[in-house]
Structure formats: structure tokens, C-alpha cells
Antibody, heavy 121, light 110 residues
Framework: QLQLQESGPGLVKPSETLSLTCTVSGGSIRSSSDYWGWIRQPPGKGLEWIGSLYYSGDTYYNPSLKSRVTISVDTSKNQFSLKLSSVTAADTAVYYC?????????????WGQGTMVTVSS | QSVLTQPPSASGTPGQRVTISCSGSSSNIGNNYVYWFRQLPGTAPKLLIYRNNQRPSGVPDRFSGSKSGTSASLAISGLRSEDEADYYCAAWDDSRGGPVFGGGTKLTVL
């Protein structure tokens, strides 16, 4: 059974880079036709798609974050990662990694438990 | 401000049927599939409906989705206390090149 687990610092200073990793267990991150995504949720607010990574390495980013986001994959560790640069308090949120299923890149069916990241000095 | 519009709250009594609406535009709901997620407090969202009206395995048939034009709805029949949660709709948005979400609806079971 595929499982996802986010990890990374819970506190990041303003203007610095947020770095998170999602470790995939129970399956290979290089399975063909698979997408992997990052979604965040500010405290008390709704969900926001950050970006997705296709198994081939192609990436797709939310236009509102595109200039600051990088999603990459490390197949040797079965992980994919998120980097968000120049963070501000507005980037404080629970960050989820997620994987779509049913052959649909938007049907996020498998989620990590989420990790809270606070941006503060 | 979310791209998709949902009522902030909804309520019903046990056994009742409730619906939650989601309004968008031609760049998202009007020309693409709709998805619904349920989120219990302190937990990750769970996929309830994909491609407008398809239920993932394990989701009971009490949950159903529909779409008409630029709006969509999630219906929950036989309401139970454990259905009390936040519900989010989502759809691919052609102008943004990615999925967008509604602001969420908090369902209260009275």
C-alpha cells in the first residue's frame, strides 16, 4: 500500500527558502504515467495547489508561485521535494504531498499526513 | 479569494439529504472535471468524488456528485454524525494551468 510522508523544518525565517521532502513507501516513484504533487493549506483556510511532477521529470507549477517554486525527484531515495524561495508569513501553512490515482492527474487520492511550516523570525 | 465558490457552511440532521454547491466558470468547471474532498479536523483531505461523479473504492454510495454548466454539487444522503467535516470542490483551470479549489464548506450535523 502506497504511503507518503512529508519531512522538513517546521520553522523558516522570512526571505529564506522552505525545503520539504516527501518519502514514498510501498511503491516506486518512477512508476510510469504517475504524477506527484504538493498542496498547502494556510491555518483556517482552504487548499492551494503548489505544483506537480510527472514521472518523466516534467513539472507544472501554480502560476502565482511559479517564480519561487521548484519540485524535483530523487529516484535513488524514492523521494520528491519542494523548494519555495523568498518566503513570507503568507507561506505559513500545512504542506501536503499527494498522489493522484485513477489515471487522473487531479484525483489526489493518496495524501501524506501533512507538515506545518511556520515562517517567522 | 478562492477561484471556485462554495457556501461557507451547511447543515442537516441525521438521515437527511444535504447538498453542497460549487460554482466556477468556463475555464474550470464548465470545461473540466470536478473533484470533491472531505477533510476531518487535523487530518489530510480525502478524495470523495473524481471526474464529476465517480466514487473511489471504499467511498459509500451515500455520496454522489453532479455537474451542470459551470456549477457542481455534492450530495450526501442518509447523513451521519461522522459526516461532519469540511468539504472542498476542485477542478482543473485552463487559464491557470492547474487545479483550483473552492474555499470549503463546513458541514454540521445537528
Amino acid at each position: 500500500q502506497l504511503q507518503l510522508q512529508e519531512s522538513g523544518p517546521g520553522l523558516v525565517k522570512p526571505s529564506e527558502t522552505l525545503s520539504l521532502t516527501c518519502t514514498v513507501s510501498g511503491g516506486s516513484i518512477r512508476s510510469s504515467s504517475d504524477y506527484w504533487g504538493w498542496i498547502r493549506q494556510p491555518p483556517g483556510k482552504g487548499l492551494e495547489w503548489i505544483g506537480s511532477l510527472y514521472y518523466s521529470g516534467d513539472t507544472y507549477y501554480n502560476p502565482s508561485l511559479k517564480s519561487r517554486v521548484t519540485i524535483s525527484v530523487d529516484t535513488s531515495k524514492n523521494q520528491f521535494s519542494l523548494k519555495l524561495s523568498s518566503v513570507t508569513a503568507a507561506d505559513t501553512a500545512v504542506y501536503y504531498c499527494a498522489k493522484p490515482s485513477y489515471g487522473d492527474p487531479n484525483a489526489f487520492d493518496i495524501w501524506g499526513q501533512g507538515t506545518m511550516v511556520t515562517v517567522s523570525s | 479569494q478562492s477561484v471556485l465558490t462554495q457556501p461557507p457552511s451547511a447543515s442537516g440532521t441525521p438521515g437527511q439529504r444535504v447538498t453542497i454547491s460549487c460554482s466556477g466558470s468556463s475555464s474550470n468547471i464548465g470545461n473540466n472535471y470536478v473533484y470533491w474532498f472531505r477533510q476531518l479536523p487535523g487530518t489530510a483531505p480525502k478524495l470523495l468524488i473524481y471526474r464529476n461523479n465517480q466514487r473511489p473504492s471504499g467511498v459509500p454510495d451515500r455520496f454522489s456528485g453532479s455537474k451542470s454548466g459551470t456549477s457542481a454539487s455534492l450530495a450526501i444522503s442518509g447523513l451521519r454524525s461522522e459526516d461532519e467535516a469540511d468539504y472542498y470542490c476542485a477542478a482543473w483551470d485552463d487559464s491557470r494551468g492547474g487545479p483550483v479549489f473552492g474555499g470549503g464548506t463546513k458541514l454540521t450535523v445537528l
